[in-house]
């Protein structure tokens, strides 16, 4: 006697610095259930996220989509790690084998804003487009691409977060927060870094204040810097400080004018919120369980 199909069900866990958000679901079209906890130390954070999951499985394949720097070279034995994270007692952190272990199912693995672009590309706000890119502007900031359904990735996941900024004349005092580069992207334009300047989130200034076009033109630098590389169809800002008021507009006014109208993209059309809101990360992680699943069937 055979029952209807079994359906997937698929484990998910989007892995912050602040945050886990995990879930479960059986697809696209199916509602996740989620739940969040606190990121407090490895050994804590593992075992909470490994009791949850454990209340809703067997599961099909895992989907880890998790904060950076992670090892993503399947042939390295430190396959699924945490890196050299500047955050507390996480560096060198096992966070797939854990996991596989528990569940004995396939393991799909990425930093949080490859997945994040991927299910953008695939589902949301890049769907039809060769090539897109997102960023995330929060605690930190990073960033991921899709080109032709591929996650970009060379020697490691890309460091968008990182890359160089001009400094603007209004903000010459400013040392930027970041502990590897001073005044890089993230340590330009990252909710510390507006809290180190203003003493508050983007949200708590009133909309005339200048602070608003100051980190707006930061991520039009970024933005227009990505056009430059590989002319990404949509480029989808999320992240907390996007959670801004106005702030998209702003990005999106000052790229038009530092692309000088030289770039095919259109700073209008090409920066965007994420289809998925904010749930990316999550969608994401669906996509890596996904294609754990497809490459251990295949
Ligand atoms: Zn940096």
Redesign the pocket.
């Known amino acids: 006697m055979s029952g209807p199909a079994a359906v997937p069900r698929f484990g998910l866990v989007e892995a912050g610095g602040t945050k886990f958000v995990l879930g479960v679901t059986s697809g696209l079209d199916q509602p996740i259930v989620t739940e969040q906890i606190a990121t407090t130390t490895p050994d804590q954070t593992i075992a909470a996220m490994l009791d949850w999951l454990g209340q809703h499985g067997p599961f099909a394949a895992i989907g880890l989509a998790s904060f950076g720097p992670a090892e993503l070279d399947p042939a390295s034995p430190h396959w699924g790690h945490i890196l050299a994270t500047p955050k507390p007692g996480w560096a060198q952190t096992d966070l797939a084998g854990p996991l596989a272990a528990r569940f004995g199912c396939p393991v799909g693995f990425d930093t949080d804003v490859n997945a994040a672009a991927l299910a953008e590309w695939r589902w949301g706000a890049g769907q039809g487009q060769r090539a897109m890119a997102y960023l995330t502007i929060g605690t930190g900031i990073g960033g991921g691409a899709v080109i032709d359904g591929q996650v970009l990735r060379g020697l490691s996941h890309p ?1 968008m ?2 890359m160089r900024i001009a400094l603007h004349p209004d903000d010459a005092g400013f040392a ?1 927060t ?5 005044p ?4 330009l334009a990252s909710g510390p870094a507006i809290i180190a300047r203003f003493g508050c989130p983007l949200t708590d200034l009133p909309p005339d204040h200048p602070g608003h076009d100051l980190i707006a033109g930061y991520l039009a630098q970024a933005a227009i810097n990505l056009q430059a590389l590989f002319e990404p169809g949509r480029i989808a800002l999320g992240g907390g400080v996007m959670q801004t008021p106005g702030l998209l507009a702003r990005v999106v006014a000052q790229a038009g004018a530092l692309g000088g109208g030289y770039l095919r993209g259109q700073a209008e059309t090409v920066l965007c919120a994420p289809g998925f809101g904010t749930r990316s990360g999550l969608y994401g992680a669906l996509a890596l369980a996904q294609g754990a699943l497809a490459a251990n069937a295949g």
Request: glycine share 30%; proline share 8%; net charge negative.
């Open positions: 460091e977060g990182h930027g970041c502990p590897f580069h001073g890089c992207l993230e340590g």
